[in-house]
């Protein structure tokens, strides 16, 4: 994959980066948000446009990305809904490489497994970048915090071996110390290959008031 200096601001931004620049299959699992809304996010990115603008029409357009489809009258249509259209015409191609899986209360690893071979299979491509939002739902929650996110990441690790795949699992900080640097998170993942922290930017809040 070629590389590059990326802003992020969220683990599904990283992806669609990725996937854009690269043509490669993406697959976005998700405990939170549903795949019209994730698609909706990116829409939004793309063009500019607020969120709640897209959602207004989004059933005339998300179709083709798994949304089912409504008809809507054109005069339902925001202004800036062509801007919209050509952004998901241009962005057309590398969406398609997107899959955005909607993950059920109990999915697990070896659930999450099943689907990267789906896609491998349909795809029949072995490259591929999987990313897990809220991977902490993963793991058994009769264990301590600490043992939980040596299994997940023991699993996930098993996984990036044996399919040669890049995998991002993304999860809050749910320990009690309020320490969140790299230092202190691999003393809790140790088998990760690579830790990124991501902490709240004080300037955004304060230019917010």
């Known amino acids: 994959m070629r590389k590059g200096v990326t802003h992020v601001g969220s683990s599904e931004t990283l992806l669609d980066q990725i996937v854009m620049q690269n043509s490669v299959p993406g697959i976005f ?5 549903s795949k019209k809304e994730l698609r909706i996010k990116t829409l939004s990115r793309l063009s500019g446009i ?4 897209i959602r207004r029409g989004s059933a005339y357009l998300l179709h083709r990305y798994g949304v089912p489809k ?12 062509e ?5 998901a015409e241009d962005a057309h191609r590398w969406l398609e490489l997107l899959y955005l899986i909607e993950c059920p209360r109990h999915m697990n690893i070896r ?6 071979q789906e896609v491998t299979r349909t795809r029949s491509s072995d ?16 264990q301590p915090i600490r043992d939980y996110f040596t ?3 023991e699993q996930l690790q098993s996984i990036v071996v044996n399919r040669n795949i890049p995998v991002l699992a993304v999860w809050p900080e749910l320990m009690e110390e309020t320490k969140s640097s790299p230092y202190a998170w691999s003393d ?3 088998s990760a290959d690579v830790i990124l922290v991501m902490e709240t930017d004080l300037r955004a809040k304060q230019k917010a008031h």
């Open 127 to 142: 490259q591929m970048i999987v990313v897990i939002d809220d991977s902490q739902r993963l793991g058994p929650v009769n």
């Open 70 to 81: 409504r008809t809507v009258a054109a005069e339902e249509l925001p202004p800036s809904w």
């Open 29 to 33: 699992f998700s405990f939170t948000e």
């Open 151 to 153: 299994n997940i990441t």
């Open 50 to 53: 607020e969120s709640r603008e």
């Open 83 to 87: 801007k919209v259209k050509k952004v």
């Open 111 to 116: 659930q999450i497994e099943e689907q990267i």
């Open 188 to 190: 809790k993942t140790p």
